[in-house]
């Protein structure tokens, strides 16, 4: 160990003291990717582009994790592509130690000299690196996979374009954007350019196509972009691809590929689709197909035909059930001339989206206000559950290729879904408020997919309802009283009453009181003619809400029995939903009944007249009155004006509703103070400070701060501290095992209502470092060698000291170090020179104890002489 220690000792030194010329490692290109194995382990690929007649094919890369540690990574495969490249992949696997996020980085020491747009490159680290992002909330998550490697030449004044053909396993969308190519840690290239171009050089954004219009000059020149990953809207993960672009000078042209577009295909077809390209020169042309259907053997590429400046090829993918997913699959095409002089390249990106099928056999069955809806469950695929979409009135759609789900051009809206695949079914009474009759209601449902995936929209369904026999018009309060109240219920004649023979006939009129769980008979109207067509339900209490009533036509048949005419239906009083907010009351108008309302009149009761006033006329069930005073109490009540189309006859029905009692109280919390932290860390404290809610928003009846603090991120909150107004800040120092913090604030206003905790991530200060001098004697002066260690944070390290040759002269877990300049073996102290340390630093974090080595040189004065090599 000693001695592996004095040589790598012994060639810092002569490094520092040297004029060494490193080789080129001859990176042209790489990227990192990774797939989630279990927990937090990770299998990683850092996969590298080299030339090929390079000396420094590496068969090891040192892998930056990001979680404090590092690893040396062994070549996995090698592989010969076109263009003198090789294609490298070194594949591990990491745990990582939990929830957070961590950026993989790959430093390899030099890229290859010449580097038009990279000054001084061949001093020039190459490094790429991986943002990966750990949480429980995102879910687990592997990188995109790229295609397509980055090897093709280009051609002064001729356009380039690369596309990488990224494909997610996870089904997340992508996005691509340009970057500053990096250096050591990962850090933008000091003077790096974007290669210069007759016109631009642009990524686009969705589909990733890098074009370079055009280059102006030969020459190596670099580009970096980002392949980014979202899901539900946040990115989640990022990977970094540096590449290098030959630019030639050239008579050659490239090729050029026939139009192509952007496809659609139902699970389980058969998709194929022709290409071509042609050679101005009349070259012969190579045809090449990447995408992830390809390298998974599911889909073939060929070429069909070929000549001189021509050829043709077809795609082919029979598709299944499991390729269906809501993100489509990118394919790049590419024809490469064959020429004497330098081979050119032309390259299509197109996307293929497969789609699930509709679900089958869909049926609507009629009731008097429900319509119950069946459908066959997907055989495609496992869905998680199924959208109803409804519109009154046919469209007869018919959805084209790329059509998924129900346009919203149709007029169809979504009305309810269900969760389950063997769920196929639903009965739509209109969210419980019954539907009207005398409509023509159409359907159309679809599949929905746990990536947000939607099939192909069912054939479309229409009906009607069933009109009740008798069709109720009305049930409206007519009194209120807790003992006395009275609700008057009408209907009109049943439909052909004359047919049903001369009787006798009765109406039998049933109740279903608030509270109550069935219809009970109350009262029996004999008619001879249909015409009595009028009940009031007397002394009952209408200061509950709702009442119910069905009303059924009843004959008696020959034999003398009373025989109900089927096909009754129900109606509910008029009834006020109400709730209290700061200075408003809202009010919700409900009823369950087989009539369309289109205008509501709202009352508020005048407390002085005891009269009820006309406040407001809205023509949807929904009033909000605002400007009242929290904690008074308003009593309210409303008129529906309503129709109901039955027998070729339009009924206008006019309803009144129970009477409501609420108050306007303060329940909305006020909006979140704007919290801002910042470490004094020579002192070792965190300030607080924040934007009070009432500068914020306007809220000005604050009465208390919380102020939440936890050590990490996988810790809770805790309630540290309260603050009243009009303090805005606060010092905590008290008992703090590191400054790095997730603290937390939030409001609490006059009513008690608290808001939303805003949170303050601090995480800034350097906790340790090392002196690199030192003068040790007994002086007085600078006599120990000591750590700076903020606060006493770091608890622990693992520090070595060794002299030139080699040998360890101190060693300490100590983190302050306290070294006398004594060597601990020989208890002599050590001569004038400089001496090398390596210290591990065990350092706590927001994600945990985080482990770094420093390494670097002590020069010690001690006034002691070398009396001979290696024994100091």
Request: aromatic letters at 12%; proline letters at 6%; hydrophobic letters at 35%.
């Amino acid at each position: 160990m000693q001695n592996r220690i004095k040589i790598y000792v012994l060639f810092i030194v002569c490094s520092a003291l040297l004029p060494i010329r490193l080789f080129g490692t001859h990176n042209r290109a790489g990227e990192i990717t990774y797939r989630h194995i279990s927990g937090y382990t990770y299998e990683i690929t850092v996969t590298t582009y080299t030339y090929t007649k390079s000396q420094a094919n590496r068969d090891r890369l040192t892998v930056n994790w990001g979680d404090g540690t590092s690893e040396e990574v062994m070549i996995t495969s090698r592989t010969l592509l076109p263009n003198d490249y090789f294609y490298n992949t070194y594949v591990t696997q990491h745990t990582f130690p939990g929830s957070g996020v961590y950026q993989i980085l790959m430093e390899d020491p030099n890229r290859n000299d010449g580097i038009k747009n990279i000054p001084n490159s061949v001093n020039t680290v190459f490094s790429i690196q991986t943002n990966m992002l750990i949480s429980p909330f995102t879910g687990t998550n592997s990188t995109p996979v790229l295609l397509n490697p980055p090897i093709d030449k280009a051609a002064k004044n001729h356009i380039f374009i690369h596309n990488p053909a990224a494909y997610d396993p996870d089904g997340d969308s992508i996005s691509y954007e340009l970057t500053p190519c990096t250096a050591d840690g990962g850090r933008a290239i000091d003077g790096y350019i974007v290669p210069p171009a007759s016109d631009t050089v642009f990524i686009n954004q969705t589909i990733g196509d890098l074009t370079w219009i055009t280059p102006i000059d030969t020459g190596a020149y670099n580009i970096a972009l980002h392949v980014d990953e979202w899901r539900n809207g946040m990115r989640i993960g990022r990977i970094s691809r540096d590449m290098q672009i030959n630019v030639y000078e050239t008579d050659n042209n490239p090729p050029v590929n026939g139009p192509l577009v952007n496809y659609c295909v139902e699970s389980g077809d058969t998709i194929k689709i022709d290409v071509s390209a042609t050679d101005a020169d009349n070259d012969p042309i190579k045809l090449y197909m990447v995408g992830k259907p390809i390298s998974d053997e599911t889909a073939t590429f060929s070429v069909t035909e070929s000549g001189q400046g021509y050829s043709k090829g077809i795609l082919s993918w029979a598709t299944t059930c499991d390729d269906a997913r809501q993100q489509p699959y990118t394919f790049v095409f590419k024809s490469q001339d064959v020429s004497n002089d330098i081979s050119l390249v032309d390259i299509t990106s197109f996307s293929i989206r497969v789609i699930h099928s509709s679900p089958e056999n869909l049926v609507a069955l009629p009731g008097t206000d429900s319509i119950r809806l069946q459908w066959s469950p997907s055989r495609c695929g496992v869905p998680a559950g199924y959208k109803i979409y409804r519109k009154i009135g046919s469209y007869n759609f018919v959805h084209d290729s790329c059509e998924f789900g129900v346009p919203a051009y149709t007029g169809y809206e979504l009305l309810d879904n269900v969760q389950g695949q063997f769920h196929n079914y639903y009965t739509d009474d209109n969210l419980g408020d019954g539907l009207v009759p005398g409509f023509d209601y159409c359907y159309m449902v679809t599949a929905y997919y746990a990536d947000q995936a939607e099939s192909f929209a069912s054939e479309e369904v229409c009906t009607t309802l069933v009109p009740g026999t008798p069709p109720i018009l009305q049930v409206s309060v007519l009194s209120d009283n807790e003992t006395t109240g009275s609700i008057l219920v009408s209907w009109a004649v049943p439909r052909y009453a004359d047919t049903l023979g001369t009787g006798p006939f009765r109406y039998e009129i049933y109740r279903q009181k608030p509270g109550e769980t069935g219809l009970t008979l109350v009262s029996t109207i004999p008619t001879s003619d249909f015409k009595d067509t009028t009940f009031t339900d007397q002394n009952i209490n209408t200061l509950i809400f709702p009442y119910v009533y069905d009303v059924k036509l009843v004959y008696q048949d020959a034999l003398g029995k009373w025989t109900e005419l089927p096909g009754s239906e129900t109606a509910s009083s008029l009834y006020l939903n109400m709730v209290g907010s700061d200075n408003t009351v809202t009010l919700q108008i409900n009823k369950r009944a087989p009539w369309l309302n289109y205008e509501f009149d709202v009352f508020r009761k005048n407390e002085e007249t005891q009269q009820f006033d006309s406040i407001a006329t809205v023509y949807q069930p929904e009033y909000s009155d605002e400007g009242l005073k929290n904690g008074v109490p308003y009593t309210y009540r409303a008129r529906s004006l309503g129709k109901r189309p039955i027998y070729n006859s339009d009924y206008f029905v006019k309803n009144i509703s129970h009477i409501n009692i609420a108050e306007a109280v303060d329940t909305l919390p006020p909006c979140a103070p704007l919290l801002k932290a910042v470490s004094i860390c020579d002192s070792a404290y965190n300030e607080l400070t924040w934007t009070s809610p009432e500068s914020v928003c306007g809220d000005d009846d604050i009465i208390l701060y919380q102020i939440y603090y936890k050590p990490s991120a996988d810790d809770d909150f805790q309630l540290i501290a309260t603050q009243l107004p009009p303090d805005t800040t606060y010092t905590h120092n008290d008992n703090l095992e590191s400054l790095a913090a997730i603290y937390g604030i939030s409001a609490v206003d006059s009513f008690n209502n608290v808001s939303p905790i805003n949170v303050y991530t601090i995480d800034s200060c350097l906790m340790f470092s090392l002196p690199n001098v030192f003068s040790p004697g007994n002086d007085g002066i600078n006599d120990l060698y000591k750590s700076w260690n903020l606060g006493g944070f770091i608890k622990h390290v693992d520090m070595k000291i060794y002299n030139r040759f080699g040998q360890l002269i101190f060693e300490t877990q100590d983190p302050y170090i306290k070294w006398d300049g004594y060597n601990q073996a020989s208890k002599k102290l050590v001569p004038t020179g400089v001496y090398y340390y390596i210290c591990d630093v065990f350092e706590p974090r927001l994600t945990g104890e985080k482990h770094y080595s420093l390494k670097g040189f002590i020069h010690v004065f001690s006034g002691e002489k070398n009396t001979q090599a290696g024994s100091e």
